[in-house]
């Protein structure tokens, strides 16, 4: 991330996203208001692509920054090197979009340390601004500047979850998986393989997904789908694609990946 | 007086059963049937009684009345495994099933050691459940019976599956016929009605002849014909059909799959069948193309030229075409209707009518309660808008009610349900409560919606009921009931109870009582340790990766090394003319968790025999691993009855450490009384609340809804359950619960909201999720 100049975040091609319903109206209203995005959504359901989608339409540059428990403030904001015995300051990914009215993504927020978190909440009301202490700096956003994170409901896990003061300077957007139609024709672009042929394996994905009330973590994800479908389109046996896609990467248990195994035989 | 033969068999029972379990009349019957035996005998039986004994003591004293015979006919490896069934059945479905299984053992045993069983339905239940839940969309219940079938909520599968040598073959039987059944409910098999029944019936029956008098409308339609057998096996032809067509197309790798299977069945049917009876040709036909895997088509001929499957789905298009093959059979008055392939199933036309005036019913209390949870707030509201105003101090109480009440079924309480969208769609997403418009949650309206499907149109009576159970009247006896002892109580541990009739707490409303338990000594510790040993030990091992997981904290003042990173920083921080910093050090994190956790058992009267078995065998496995991760924990199980006794039991307090002790606690727990969730949930989060952690566990376990023994139930109990757990989630606790009831799904995320509990289905996996849960939960 770091050394990468600006001009190399710039998304250049369309990116492949299929609009669901509001999705794009509402981003784009929330760009255009500076209000920063929160995306929520399962694994899987087109939270980043979305992301690059939008930078796209914006024509601003996606700075995406996937967060994880050793992330530090510096890390996000930037820190002094030492070069040939000079000291030269280096932005960090925040910094960089910020400085340049960039869009800046922060992929899983929830897995970042509180205490890092909280660099963000001025940038995320209506100061805009993030201070950069090294420097004794205040940058002020440009208004094409953008925050968004994202982050997944679905984990359990207590330790994770985002404060409630983060979260209220949102506007909130829910990915969800899309409707069987879209859904079919995400994977019938992305995989390039029949409509038919995606058609089926979305049939597979809600015969996963409605196991969730049984014992299934997540079912699966879109993105599981377009595996299964290239390595169908690859000439690998249904049968066998659908089993290394799907049913031994959703669960260990026994009985459910053999259930999902018959699911599997039942359409191929 | 008691020969010393006798002693000799007491000394060796007391070596497997501690004396103080047993009382005199145990230790006389157990001799009493071991002396006439064999030594050999003797050891086997005993042996088994180590087994049996702790598990229940009264399946122990049965065993020991059947084991005489059953050694009569088993060796040593089969008397064991019959033993293993034994108590399979009694954890499966209790005391009184075991005691059958154990008096039928030819029957039950002895023919699934011959092999002759085939494959059996037991055996496979759990991954069918999970395949017909994932092809379904929904659950079925799977139960056993003679053919298959389905009431449309059960799916009915023979007990065992005998047909093919090997298991897996046998399987995909299982899985045909299943999603045969499932698919027979998606083309509608037992289409309850049709919207032009006389026009149909006028159209289908001979001038003259009267519609028959029967609930239902497939029978009435049946009953039309002169010979109602032939009409049923037509219509069922029909819609197998239909079925098949279905399966093709939406699961096509097991029909191509079944084909051996269909192959098998038309050599059968062929060998066997009277060519000249009444649909053999035509199911051959079906089988003949199923066996090839091709495209299904009706018979050609009349059947072709008469009947129209793309029109099925539209009302009654089904009935003139069986209506038709009817009348082109009475030109073949002798002939016997052919038995239909075994795979195709009955059908249920009573049960599914039956289940389905149930599910109406089940919807309608639904729909009605939780409507009246819904317009509680704004009835209270208009309650008080009308009081106030008119309530002159002349009044007496009761004047002012009736008042209140008028104003509420004055002018048009929620008459009009807005109905949007199409009709065959119909969603009702408001009503209307006098002027004020009430919007209805999803699961109201997917409730409402049912109903329209069902019934045509949401009854003004539904709406009529919920507002009355809203104004209280309907719960008016069970207030009153309350009334003699309604009073505050006084003293310690009180606490209040929700009452969401009067959306207000009834206050000091609970007593609880702390309670020691004294430790038991046993069997149950060692056996289940060594029982449980791998799982342990595993446990022990990816706990312990979550503790030791090398957790340095950089950037510290001082600490174990240099943090390098920051002393590049400090370093060039300097240079660039900032004051360096000082933290320049990294630290081991020891106590990075921090986490408090609460273990909260229900020790219900219902958790008896094998659920108790299981929670005290999970609290074992969890303490063992816990040990291994260093999380301060605490266990305590709760029951009591009344508002008066509310009981915990405490097994481990927040800091104790885990000893003899402890465990003898754990083993000590047995099944008490009743359910009141709401008191300890108060009680415990008050106490985490002055336990010092970063993270707060309250984990509940349980078997059923909360209820207790006066008018703690229902709506009341989940209730204040729920209250509860929203004042413990208020005061930075997170509850979490895992439930071993199946009906959980639809209450439990009300209770604890999505994402906070686990439903576990097979109580034998408790000890092993248990820990995973809590690894999840805390990773």
């Known amino acids: ?268 | 007086m008691p020969s010393s033969a006798d002693h000799t068999i007491l000394a060796r029972v007391t070596a497997i059963i501690p004396e103080s379990e047993l009382n005199s009349w145990e230790q006389e019957e157990l001799v009493e049937c071991l002396a006439p035996l064999s030594g050999r005998q003797q050891e086997l039986i005993l042996h088994q009684i180590s087994v049996i004994w702790p598990v229940s003591h009264s399946l122990c004293l049965a065993f020991l009345e059947a084991a005489e015979p059953a050694l009569a006919c088993l060796d040593a490896e089969q008397f064991a495994a019959w033993v293993r069934a034994i108590l399979h059945r009694y954890e499966a479905r209790g005391l009184q099933e075991a005691r059958r299984f154990m008096a039928d053992l030819e029957s039950h045993f002895i023919c699934t050691l011959k092999g002759q069983s085939g494959l059996l339905l037991s055996t496979i239940k759990k991954r069918l459940d999970l395949y017909l839940r994932g092809v379904a969309g929904r659950p079925f219940v799977l139960e056993e019976a003679t053919l298959p079938g389905t009431d449309t909520a059960a799916i009915f599968l023979p007990r065992n599956c005998t047909l093919f040598g090997d298991d897996d073959a046998n399987f995909l039987v299982y899985k045909l016929m299943a999603s045969l059944q499932w698919a027979f409910v998606r083309v509608n098999l037992y289409c309850h009605e049709v919207p032009n029944e006389q026009e149909l019936f006028r159209k289908v029956a001979r001038p003259g002849s009267v519609p028959p008098d029967q609930p239902v409308f497939l029978n009435r339609f049946f009953n039309l014909f002169s010979r109602p057998g032939r009409a049923r096996a037509i219509y069922h032809f029909l819609q197998t059909f239909s079925a098949l067509c279905f399966l093709q197309k939406k699961l096509p790798g097991l029909m191509a799959d079944s084909t051996a299977y269909f192959q098998s069945v038309a050599a059968e049917r062929a060998a066997t069948m009277e060519p000249q009876s009444l649909l053999a040709g035509e199911y051959g036909f079906l089988l003949k193309q199923l066996s090839r895997n091709l495209p299904l088509e009706l018979p050609p001929g009349p059947w072709r030229r008469l009947c129209h499957p793309a029109s099925w789905d539209d009302s009654g298009q089904i009935f003139l075409d069986t209506a038709r093959i009817y009348a082109l059979w009475e030109e073949k008055p002798d002939q016997e209707v052919a038995r239909p392939p075994w795979f195709q199933g009955t059908l249920q036309v009573e049960a599914a009518h039956a289940r389905r005036l149930a599910r109406r019913q089940e919807v309608e209390q639904q729909f009605i309660e939780a409507l009246a949870i819904r317009i509680l707030p704004a009835l209270a509201r208009k309650k008080e808008a009308t009081q106030a105003p008119e309530a002159t101090p002349a009044e007496t109480p009761q004047q002012a009610d009736s008042a209140a009440d008028l104003s509420l079924r004055l002018p048009t309480p929620q008459n009009e349900p807005e109905k949007t969208g199409p009709d065959h769609n119909q969603v009702v997403r408001h009503i209307r409560l006098d002027d004020e418009k009430i919007g209805l949650d999803s699961k109201l309206q997917e409730l409402g919606r049912e109903i329209m499907d069902d019934l045509g149109h949401l009854p003004q009576l539904y709406l009529d009921s919920a507002e009355k159970m809203a104004a209280g009247r309907s719960y008016a006896p069970n207030l009153q009931t309350a009334g003699p002892e309604g009073a505050p109580l006084l003293g310690t541990n009180l606490y209040d109870e929700w009452d969401f009739r009067r959306q207000g707490f009834r206050h000091n409303w609970c007593r609880l009582l702390e309670k020691e338990i004294q430790p038991c000594g046993g069997t149950f510790i060692a056996a289940t340790l060594n029982q449980q040993r791998g799982v342990i030990k595993q446990l022990k091992r990816q706990f312990e990766q979550m503790r030791s997981h090398p957790r340095f904290l950089g950037r510290q003042r001082d600490g174990d090394d240099i943090d390098l990173d920051a002393l590049t920083e400090a370093v060039a921080d300097q240079r660039a003319g900032l004051p360096p910093s000082e933290r320049l050090f990294v630290r081991q994190l020891r106590d990075q968790r921090d986490i408090a956790a609460l273990f909260l058992v229900d020790i219900s009267s219902s958790t008896e025999g094998w659920v108790g078995k299981a929670i005290k065998e999970s609290l074992l496995v969890m303490a063992e691993a816990m040990e291994s991760l260093g999380d301060r924990y605490a266990i305590y199980g709760f029951s009591g009855m009344r508002r008066t006794r509310s009981e915990v039991f405490r097994v481990k307090e927040m800091d104790e450490p885990y000893t003899e002790t402890v465990q003898g606690r754990i083993a000590a727990l047995s099944p008490k009384e009743y359910t009141r969730m709401g008191p300890p949930i108060r009680h415990f989060s008050k106490m985490l609340a002055t336990v010092e952690a970063r993270v707060r566990l309250l984990i509940i376990l349980t078997d059923g809804k909360p209820e207790d023994y006066d008018d703690y139930k229902g709506e009341y109990a989940i209730e204040d359950t729920r209250h509860a757990l929203v004042e413990a989630k208020n005061s930075g606790i997170h509850p979490f619960c895992l439930t071993l009831d199946t009906k959980a799904p639809e209450y439990i995320s009300h209770l604890f909201g999505a994402a906070n509990y686990l439903v576990i289905d097979d109580v034998k996996k408790l000890p092993r999720r248990l820990p995973d849960m809590y690894r999840l939960l805390t990773s």
Request: hydrophobic share 35%; glycine share 8%.
């Open chain 1, 1 to 268: 991330m770091q050394g990468k100049r600006i001009e190399e975040h710039f998304i250049e091609t369309e990116p492949y996203y299929r609009v669901q319903g509001q999705e794009l109206t509402i981003a784009l209203a929330a760009h255009q208001h500076k209000i920063p995005l929160l995306l929520k959504g399962p694994t899987g359901s087109g939270k980043s692509r979305f992301m690059q989608y939008l930078a796209w339409k914006l024509g601003r540059p996606l700075i995406t920054v996937s967060c994880h428990d050793d992330l530090s403030t510096s890390d996000l904001v930037g820190r002094y090197l030492i070069r040939g015995g000079e000291t030269v300051w280096l932005d960090g990914p925040l910094t960089l979009a910020v400085r340049h009215g960039g869009i800046c993504y922060l992929d899983e927020i929830v897995e970042a340390r509180k205490d890092t978190t909280v660099v963000i909440h001025p940038l995320a009301d209506d100061r805009r601004e993030l201070p950069i202490e090294k420097k004794g700096e205040i940058l002020s956003a440009p208004p094409e500047f953008m925050l968004a994170l994202s982050y997944n409901p679905g984990y359990q896990s207590v330790v994770k979850d985002l404060k409630p003061s983060t979260r209220q300077r949102f506007i909130a957007l829910e990915l969800a998986y899309p409707s069987p139609d879209i859904e079919a024709e995400i994977v019938q672009h992305e995989a390039g393989v029949s409509r038919s042929e995606a058609e089926k394996l979305v049939h597979l994905a809600e015969m996963t997904r409605s196991l969730e009330d049984a014992g299934l973590q997540e079912g699966a994800s879109t993105r599981l789908l377009i595996h299964a479908g290239t390595l169908i389109k690859s000439g690998i046996p249904p049968r066998q694609a659908c089993k290394v896609t799907i049913s031994e990467t959703l669960s260990d248990d026994h009985e459910l990946v053999a259930a999902i195994d018959e699911m599997i035989s039942s359409l191929y």
